[in-house]
């Protein structure tokens, strides 16, 4: 499941947040949202019946004086679970007061969170997990043999290719911080054959296009691609989709559009998207 | 010094007469003599620079003449490479000089309340012996804070009403509670914070980091500080480049300030009739006669003149770009509010942090002072808290925003804490608070801290620590590991130790504060 969420500025600026979520519900993307809407009044910062408060992770863990309302595991054991459930006219019944019973996909959305022992955020969790794979999987093969001549080579297109650590297996960084316009879709092409070194890949401000976007869909093993305020577009975005390893992307401040968004969308492996875009300088006038 | 530019003996540094006596100064020594001396020399010069051998090599490479000994080894073909993959590339770091008090910021005692101007227990103050400001006293009142706390964000962190917009991205900070250091007053203490040492002459944490990780841009310096035009012209404390200097490292680690009026770097404009292509000319020949003299005595202090020329002279074009704030599109100054435009302000500080983070500048330090409030507390913290609170904002809103918050780490807080009783006179509205090194608390945020969570907590006075003691040190080692570093790894030889930011007492990472 992909999570949009949108913040809200001052200025018509459309700021799109994506980050992927794994196939539980967690407490920020799908429990905090059905509280605030439905608990919220009786169990937030102005009121607490009976003590409670629900509109953070921690005040919900805490429950009341009487104990915990959720067992971690169990939804069956749990008091939130159990109350949501009751027949409607019990008194133990909430939301209490006659107010609108939670809808099924609601309460199953509890239920599964509960099971799941009530994670807080699972955008963690799953960036752990995919950590814990490139352990055991070296992130790129031994630099050692081909650094020399990759850096070399780097060096001559103006750019520079480093280790990203000391360790050998941990790839190098594509570094165009020095000189930005240098680093053009000739240069991306020219690196292309030190492709399974590179693990990432920091291209933002630089001047490649979305021609590059062909070359980079082919470096398997690229973690982390920043084409911030670059030219790139919406051709060839949906080619990333056959980088595996890819966890981070930014095209803040790029060309791509709503199509180009919506392919973004897509790539299953990403687990962090930036794509701040600025308004056209007419539509902030207004 | 009567130098004769003919004489072949005479070892002559371009820019500047020798600042001790030379061999070769000394005409009447037999040239055999004067021979092994050069060569004793450099082999002195070359040995005792230890670790920084690895970037000796790099540089001799540069120039055309190889170390082979060390090239043989693989790791000399790795300098400035961090000892495993870094969570964080770049740190802005606002520095609050002065000591801003964690009773009005972040460690909230909402028990004080009860205590107005009731004495300190004795047994809370355990016989410390305090400042001479306040020692005299004949009672110690409990001042409770004047400003509010609420609980924000969906971590419900409680925070200061003093901070109305950096409580919009309260889930974003690491609040740390718990720090502590030994030094009592400000020049010790802001040395412990920036070097890790409270005696001059050790590097700073920027230039540790330039040192052990090298530049990303290098167009531009690796360490760029900067300082803040004050809000109020008291409760200031001097500051100076001891806090940014490179220490017993290669001066080129030292931070460049960038100027709060002005030319943002001196003396980098050329003088009128003074083409670019004159200048390239000046500093290639310049360079030219270092090198002579390198290839003579083989002082690594020689190629790092050689650097500085070259940096200066590539900062003459990134400078410009980097000040000339007209890129910025009208959201920016939506964000970061009217004072950005004024350079020197903190928040135009804050804006240029972002810009060079966004260029690749490994670190950046902005000092703001005006936080020593020994009198009159309330009203100067809500000028310093005023001043500064939306430009903070708008920092993280704005990193975040452009996905960089993930590797850039963003540091707040001052040298030492304050007391819970009041300095002088006290009212509800109105009181001081005398320094107090046994807690404070700071912020960070991004680069691999976790979110959303406080750390470590003192008793219900703020006086002394209860749980998860952070020493200045534990702080620093845990910089170091975000940056991919063993804080006992990077070290630096010199008098005989190897030396480190962490010194030889214990520190720890704070590994419960990693991401």
């Given at each position: 499941?992909?999570?949009?969420?949108?913040?809200?500025?001052?200025?018509?600026?459309?700021?799109?947040?994506?980050?992927?979520?794994?196939?539980?519900?967690?407490?920020?993307?799908?429990?905090?949202?059905?509280?605030?809407?439905?608990?919220?009044?009786?169990?937030?910062?102005?009121?607490?019946?009976?003590?409670?408060?629900?509109?953070?992770?921690?005040?919900?863990?805490?429950?009341?004086?009487?104990?915990?309302?959720?067992?971690?595991?169990?939804?069956?054991?749990?008091?939130?679970?159990?109350?949501?459930?009751?027949?409607?006219?019990?008194?133990?019944?909430?939301?209490?007061?006659?107010?609108?019973?939670?809808?099924?996909?609601?309460?199953?959305?509890?239920?599964?969170?509960?099971?799941?022992?009530?994670?807080?955020?699972?955008?963690?969790?799953?960036?752990?997990?995919?950590?814990?794979?490139?352990?055991?999987?070296?992130?790129?093969?031994?630099?050692?043999?081909?650094?020399?001549?990759?850096?070399?080579?780097?060096?001559?297109?103006?750019?520079?290719?480093?280790?990203?650590?000391?360790?050998?297996?941990?790839?190098?960084?594509?570094?165009?911080?020095?000189?930005?316009?240098?680093?053009?879709?000739?240069?991306?092409?020219?690196?292309?054959?030190?492709?399974?070194?590179?693990?990432?890949?920091?291209?933002?401000?630089?001047?490649?296009?979305?021609?590059?976007?062909?070359?980079?869909?082919?470096?398997?093993?690229?973690?982390?691609?920043?084409?911030?305020?670059?030219?790139?577009?919406?051709?060839?975005?949906?080619?990333?989709?056959?980088?595996?390893?890819?966890?981070?992307?930014?095209?803040?401040?790029?060309?791509?559009?709503?199509?180009?968004?919506?392919?973004?969308?897509?790539?299953?492996?990403?687990?962090?998207?930036?794509?701040?875009?600025?308004?056209?300088?007419?539509?902030?006038?207004? | 010094?009567?130098?004769?530019?003919?004489?072949?003996?005479?070892?002559?540094?371009?820019?500047?007469?020798?600042?001790?006596?030379?061999?070769?100064?000394?005409?009447?020594?037999?040239?055999?003599?004067?021979?092994?001396?050069?060569?004793?020399?450099?082999?002195?010069?070359?040995?005792?620079?230890?670790?920084?051998?690895?970037?000796?090599?790099?540089?001799?490479?540069?120039?055309?003449?190889?170390?082979?000994?060390?090239?043989?080894?693989?790791?000399?073909?790795?300098?400035?490479?961090?000892?495993?993959?870094?969570?964080?590339?770049?740190?802005?770091?606002?520095?609050?000089?002065?000591?801003?008090?964690?009773?009005?910021?972040?460690?909230?005692?909402?028990?004080?309340?009860?205590?107005?101007?009731?004495?300190?227990?004795?047994?809370?103050?355990?016989?410390?012996?305090?400042?001479?400001?306040s020692s005299g006293q004949a009672h110690f009142p409990v001042a409770p804070s004047f400003a509010k706390f609420s609980r924000q964000g969906k971590s419900g962190m409680w925070m200061s009403e003093m901070f109305p917009e950096l409580s919009k991205v309260t889930d974003d900070l690491c609040i740390i509670k718990s720090l502590y250091t030994e030094a009592i007053n400000h020049e010790p203490a802001i040395l412990t914070m920036t070097t890790g040492n409270m005696f001059p002459g050790r590097p700073s944490v920027g230039a540790w980091l330039a040192y052990g990780l090298g530049a990303m841009n290098e167009e531009l310096p690796t360490f760029v500080v900067m300082t803040s035009k004050m809000p109020q012209k008291q409760n200031v404390q001097a500051l100076s480049n001891r806090l940014w200097s490179s220490g017993f490292l290669s001066p080129e680690y030292s931070a460049v300030q960038l100027r709060s009026g002005g030319e943002p770097v001196l003396y980098l404009k050329d003088p009128k009739g003074v083409t670019s292509d004159i200048r390239r000319t000046v500093i290639s020949?310049?360079?030219?006669?270092?090198?002579?003299?390198?290839?003579?005595?083989?002082?690594?202090?020689?190629?790092?003149?050689?650097?500085?020329?070259?940096?200066?002279?590539?900062?003459?074009?990134?400078?410009?770009?980097?000040?000339?704030?007209?890129?910025?599109?009208?959201?920016?100054?939506?964000?970061?509010?009217?004072?950005?435009?004024?350079?020197?302000?903190?928040?135009?500080?804050?804006?240029?942090?972002?810009?060079?983070?966004?260029?690749?500048?490994?670190?950046?330090?902005?000092?703001?002072?005006?936080?020593?409030?020994?009198?009159?507390?309330?009203?100067?913290?809500?000028?310093?808290?005023?001043?500064?609170?939306?430009?903070?904002?708008?920092?993280?809103?704005?990193?975040?925003?452009?996905?960089?918050?993930?590797?850039?780490?963003?540091?707040?807080?001052?040298?030492?804490?304050?007391?819970?009783?009041?300095?002088?006179?006290?009212?509800?509205?109105?009181?001081?608070?005398?320094?107090?090194?046994?807690?404070?608390?700071?912020?960070?945020?991004?680069?691999?801290?976790?979110?959303?969570?406080?750390?470590?907590?003192?008793?219900?006075?703020?006086?002394?620590?209860?749980?998860?003691?952070?020493?200045?040190?534990?702080?620093?080692?845990?910089?170091?590991?975000?940056?991919?570093?063993?804080?006992?790894?990077?070290?630096?030889?010199?008098?005989?130790?190897?030396?480190?930011?962490?010194?030889?007492?214990?520190?720890?990472?704070?590994?419960?504060?990693?991401?």
């Open positions: 499941m992909i999570y949009w969420s949108k913040i809200s500025l001052p200025l018509a600026i459309a700021s799109v947040c994506l980050s992927l979520q794994a196939e539980t519900a967690s407490y920020t993307h799908d429990i905090s949202p059905v509280i605030e809407k439905n608990c919220i009044s009786c169990h937030g910062p102005k009121k607490q019946k009976g003590g409670l408060r629900l509109d953070s992770y921690s005040f919900v863990l805490q429950g009341t004086e009487d104990g915990p309302i959720v067992k971690l595991g169990n939804a069956q054991d749990s008091e939130l679970y159990r109350r949501l459930t009751l027949h409607p006219g019990d008194d133990d019944f909430m939301p209490a007061g006659g107010k609108p019973p939670l809808k099924a996909h609601e309460i199953e959305l509890i239920k599964q969170w509960i099971a799941a022992s009530a994670p807080e955020k699972l955008a963690f969790e799953f960036v752990a997990v995919k950590k814990s794979v490139l352990v055991a999987k070296q992130a790129a093969p031994d630099y050692r043999p081909k650094i020399k001549e990759a850096s070399a080579k780097a060096e001559s297109l103006g750019v520079r290719l480093v280790p990203r650590s000391s360790i050998p297996t941990d790839g190098l960084v594509l570094r165009t911080a020095s000189n930005p316009k240098r680093c053009t879709d000739a240069v991306i092409e020219q690196l292309s054959s030190y492709s399974d070194l590179i693990v990432e890949a920091e291209l933002s401000r630089t001047a490649v296009t979305s021609k590059s976007l062909a070359h980079l869909s082919k470096w398997k093993n690229l973690q982390l691609l920043d084409l911030s305020y670059t030219h790139v577009s919406d051709d060839y975005i949906d080619s990333l989709a056959q980088l595996k390893d890819l966890q981070s992307l930014n095209i803040s401040g790029t060309q791509i559009g709503k199509d180009g968004l919506a392919k973004v969308n897509k790539l299953t492996s990403v687990a962090r998207v930036w794509a701040f875009m600025e308004a056209p300088a007419g539509l902030l006038k207004k | 010094m009567n130098h004769t530019l003919n004489d072949p003996n005479v070892a002559l540094c371009s820019d500047h007469c020798g600042e001790h006596p030379n061999v070769a100064n000394l005409p009447e020594l037999p040239l055999s003599l004067q021979k092994e001396w050069l060569e004793l020399e450099t082999r002195r010069h070359f040995l005792g620079r230890g670790t920084k051998a690895l970037a000796w090599a790099g540089l001799a490479s540069i120039i055309g003449r190889t170390a082979p000994h060390l090239l043989a080894d693989p790791t000399a073909l790795l300098p400035q490479t961090p000892h495993f993959a870094p969570k964080a590339k770049r740190a802005i770091y606002l520095f609050m000089a002065g000591a801003p008090s964690q009773l009005e910021t972040f460690d909230y005692k909402p028990n004080l309340a009860d205590q107005f101007n009731k004495d300190l227990p004795e047994s809370v103050r355990g016989g410390q012996v305090l400042t001479g400001m020949g310049v360079n030219d006669l270092n090198r002579q003299l390198y290839e003579k005595i083989g002082d690594p202090e020689i190629n790092t003149r050689i650097a500085q020329y070259e940096m200066a002279f590539r900062m003459q074009t990134s400078v410009p770009e980097l000040t000339d704030m007209s890129d910025e599109p009208a959201s920016t100054w939506e964000l970061y509010g009217p004072d950005a435009k004024e350079p020197g302000t903190f928040a135009y500080n804050c804006l240029m942090a972002r810009r060079l983070a966004e260029r690749g500048v490994r670190f950046s330090q902005i000092f703001l002072r005006s936080w020593d409030m020994h009198g009159g507390l309330p009203g100067s913290m809500r000028v310093l808290c005023g001043n500064s609170d939306r430009a903070t904002y708008a920092l993280m809103t704005d990193l975040k925003r452009r996905g960089m918050l993930d590797d850039t780490l963003v540091i707040w807080g001052g040298e030492f804490g304050r007391t819970v009783y009041s300095q002088g006179t006290l009212k509800p509205d109105n009181y001081g608070r005398d320094h107090h090194p046994r807690c404070f608390s700071m912020w960070m945020a991004g680069g691999g801290v976790k979110p959303g969570m406080s750390y470590g907590q003192t008793d219900d006075f703020s006086y002394n620590i209860v749980k998860d003691p952070v020493h200045v040190r534990d702080l620093h080692a845990t910089i170091l590991k975000l940056f991919g570093f063993d804080h006992t790894k990077l070290t630096f030889k010199f008098q005989g130790l190897e030396q480190r930011l962490t010194g030889v007492l214990p520190a720890r990472v704070i590994n419960d504060i990693l991401v």
